[in-house]
């Protein structure tokens, strides 16, 4: 079984995503970090951002792999290379490519298809492009204040304002809902959560009854 978890940032996708994955077993991916792979790798090769050509040039024959929520290019660990505010907008740039996130989904379906198939899988476009046939696709939103007060813990949002964090939340959620290549939204029979006045048990439990009653 794939349960698809999309969003928007600072909705809780990622804590919500692995606690399902642990309570029922299967792997995590959180696809996030395909695109910020992506985004480190052309940042390091000097490739234009806005110049997809370029950018599938230098990921052309790079092996990415991710065990244990551990990201690697070649063998090499970069997890913690991929935090950093320039890799974070790097990888908003590659996504708008509709050739580069063709790859990446590849990458993303084929992760998953190593894993036998059944995943707790996290992103913007599961439920609707990489895997629209997941039987649970749940949706996460959040007011606005919510989200940047959360966001705010996070240490790539340390030493920004509340106010900056949540114009950076805003400037996303424009990029990723306004592309053309898989754009941020739910997908029709996706189950809308407002994770607002939720704790993070209460958002789990949910997601749990969700996958629940898609085994019966």
Known sequence: M???????GGVG??????RVAEALGLPHLDTGSTYRAAG??????????????????ALDGLDIRIVDGIVSIDGVDVTEDLRSDEVTKASSIVATHPEVREQIVALQQAWVAKQGGSAVVEGRDI????????????????????????????????DKSKDQIAAELAARDHADSS???????????????????????EVVERVLASAARHET
Do not use: M, W
């Not at 990489?130 to 940047?148: G, H, M, N, S, W």
């Open 2 to 8: 794939v349960i698809a978890v999309d969003g928007p």
């Open 179 to 201: 592309r053309k290549a898989s754009p941020l939204r739910p997908a029709a029979d996706a189950e809308i959560i407002d994770t607002s006045d939720l704790s993070i048990d």
């Open 127 to 158: 439920g609707t492009v990489v895997f629209p046939d997941a039987p649970v696709k749940i949706y996460l939103t959040a007011r606005p204040e919510i989200r940047a007060a959360r966001r705010s813990g996070d240490a790539e949002a340390a």
């Open 13 to 18: 996708k990622s804590t919500v995503a692995s």
């Open 40 to 57: 480190l790798v052309a940042l390091r090769s000097g490739a234009p951002l806005g110049d997809s050509t370029a950018v599938l040039a």
